[in-house]
């Protein structure tokens, strides 16, 4: 199992920018698939991106494309998730999970269900 334990929400204004860390410990994060997910107030939880383990491929859902990007550094077991012009309809908790059961791949999770291990989420509130 691996313990991930996110950072970087806050308070922004609409049209500004956060990047959000993943740090992993108890195991290794670098052969697995990390993905990044938001529930918002009164919502389910749901995808945001992800990325592979060697970073060569990355999948975002459509109303972050352009204006979030995934990353990793593997040799220090963290993920990152840089949002830029924010808007009020991303005001949620944000959460990173890895994907154990497939590592090595080269198609990233895009499902909740396809994650085994969750950290306890970041919040973060966009005011208009």
């Known amino acids: 199992q691996v313990q991930l334990v996110e950072s970087g929400g806050g308070l922004v204004q609409a049209g500004g920018s956060l990047r959000l860390s993943c740090a992993a410990s108890g195991g290794t994060l670098r052969r697995l698939t990390m993905g990044w997910f938001r529930r918002a107030p009164g919502k389910e939880r749901e995808f945001v991106a992800a990325i592979t383990w060697s970073g060569g491929s990355t999948t975002y859902t459509a109303s972050v494309k352009g204006r979030f990007t995934i990353s990793r550094d593997n040799a220090k077991n963290t993920g990152y998730l840089q949002m830029n012009n924010l808007k009020p309809e991303d005001t949620a908790l944000y959460y990173c999970?890895?994907?154990?059961?497939?590592?090595?791949?080269?198609?990233?999770?895009?499902?909740?269900?396809?994650?085994?291990?969750w950290g306890q989420g970041t919040q973060v509130t966009v005011s208009s």
């Open positions: 999970a890895a994907d154990r059961n497939w590592p090595y791949t080269t198609v990233a999770a895009t499902t909740v269900a396809q994650y085994e291990d």
